[in-house]
Nanobody
Framework: QVHLVESGGGLVQNGRSLRLSCAAS????????VGWARQAPGTPRDVIAS???????VYIDSVKGRFTISRDNAKNMVYLQMNSLKPEDTAVYFC?????????????WGQGTQVTVSS
């Protein structure tokens, strides 16, 4: 079982930066896929950045070059550095983690943290 808690959301102006953190509890964190997803009102929840246990990072096109996902296996932490934020980045951001042995597996979810970008 994995428990995920996000932090770092808030209100930020267009073009500014924000860093989200996700604290994970449970075993074998370094062997799990981790990622960040977001959901705006009326839209589906989409994984926007992820990193496998092997260190392979993937981003959706709309955040590529602006967002960076990283993990600290010693601290059981996942981060999302978000630069050059835009109003369309406004959403609830969720941390996700997978089951051991699965390469890309968004199975466990946190409660989410709100990010609002003002124009």
């Amino acid at each position: 079982q994995v428990h995920l808690v996000e932090s770092g959301g808030g209100l930020v102006q267009n073009g500014r930066s924000l860093r989200l953190s996700c604290a994970a509890s449970g075993t074998d964190f370094s062997s799990r896929f981790v990622g960040w997803a977001r959901q705006a009102p009326g839209t589906p929840r989409d994984v926007i950045a992820s990193i496998t246990a092997q260190g392979d990072a993937v981003y959706i096109d709309s955040v590529k070059g602006r967002f960076t996902i990283s993990r600290d296996n010693a601290k059981n932490m996942v981060y999302l550095q978000m630069n050059s934020l835009k109003p369309e980045d406004t959403a609830v951001y969720f941390c996700t983690s997978g089951r051991v042995g699965r390469y890309s597996d968004a199975f466990y979810w946190g409660q989410g943290t709100q990010v609002t970008v003002s124009s």
